[in-house]
């Protein structure tokens, strides 16, 4: 049985910007798989966390903008 998946078609990952199937829609961006698994094991206090914090801040502020 074949079954098109909805919502899930994939895009340009907003952090690596790589063209990604797999992941989340996060309003008008796409988060490939390999970077929210990254997001969630960042340390606070890595320096890469802060990167992916504002990327994710400036995307919520142009949404609710
Ligand atoms: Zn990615």
């Known amino acids: 049985m074949e079954e098109q998946q909805q919502g899930q078609q994939g ?12 992941g989340i829609q996060i309003l008008t961006q796409f988060l490939c798989h390999e970077c929210e698994r990254e997001i969630v094991k960042t340390d606070v206090e890595d320096e890469r966390y802060a990167y992916y914090i504002d990327r994710m801040k400036r995307i919520w502020l142009e949404a609710i903008s």
């Open 11 to 22: 895009g340009a990952c907003m952090i690596c910007c790589e063209q990604k199937v797999e």
